[in-house]
């Protein structure tokens, strides 16, 4: 079974700065999506940014971009520019473009934005 | 375009009644997924349909069933509530193969005492 970790509950960045959230993920597939999900105190899940495995080339969304390594099976978003507004849950999750194209999600980290 | 909605968007239940969440999507989707999300677990896929009179089980669909007799409406019912489904519910769709972009309603707070 596929499984997504994200080992920080919690961050904290100041506004303006650069903030980097880590996923790492256990598939044996080699065909497969990965996201970056924002969920703010509105508990909207908000879609971030995508990442084709068969890509190489890291996805960017603006102030948004990810580095995935695939051998090490490593997804991280980085956030330039932090914002009030990005404060909020963030998660990692997978998606195997195999039968009915169910999402494995991560549990979360929380960003913090302070002054 | 509403987009996906959920109904209710809270509700108390005690322990043994039942209830029916319903969503909805006016997208033409042809995957619909209900989830479970607990603090510090993420979303969790309970049942999931890939087309209009079907239904299969996800990762925790015990103490749940489905139905989705019309493509646009998934159904998530809960026959005898119990305290471990306190829980909030998110209904998604998605348009179906090759498209995984899943669009997520809103999210129902369910809290069974």
């Known amino acids: 079974a596929q499984t997504v970790t994200q080992s920080q509950p919690e961050m904290s960045v100041q506004e303006a700065e650069t903030v980097t959230l880590s996923c790492t993920y256990d598939?044996?597939?080699?065909?497969?999506?990965l996201f970056w999900y924002k969920q703010p105190p509105s508990r909207q899940m908000i879609l971030v940014i995508r990442q084709e495995a068969y890509k190489q080339q890291n996805a960017t969304e603006n102030r948004f971009s990810v580095n995935f390594q695939k051998a090490a099976k490593s997804f991280s978003l980085k956030i330039s520019d932090s914002q009030l507004g990005d404060a909020a849950m963030y998660f990692c999750a997978y998606l195997w473009t195999g039968t009915a194209s169910k999402l494995t999600f991560g549990t979360g980290t929380r960003l913090q934005v302070t002054l | 375009n509403a987009g996906v909605t959920q109904t209710p968007k809270f509700r108390v239940l005690k322990t043994g009644q039942s209830m029916t969440l319903l969503c909805a999507q006016d997208?033409?989707?042809?995957?619909m997924y209900w989830y479970r999300q607990d603090p510090g677990m993420g979303l969790r896929l309970i049942h999931y349909s890939v087309g209009e009179g079907t239904t299969a089980k996800g990762e925790v669909p015990d103490g749940y069933n489905v139905s989705r007799l019309k493509k646009q409406n998934f159904l998530l019912g809960l026959e005898s509530a119990a305290p471990s489904q306190t829980s909030v519910y998110f209904c998604?769709?998605?348009?179906?193969?090759?498209?995984?972009?899943?669009?997520f309603g809103p999210g129902t707070r369910l809290t069974v005492t």
């Open positions: 998604a769709s998605s348009w179906g193969p090759k498209s995984y972009e899943q669009y």
């Open positions: 997208m033409n989707h042809e995957y």
């Open positions: 598939t044996s597939e080699s065909d497969y999506y």
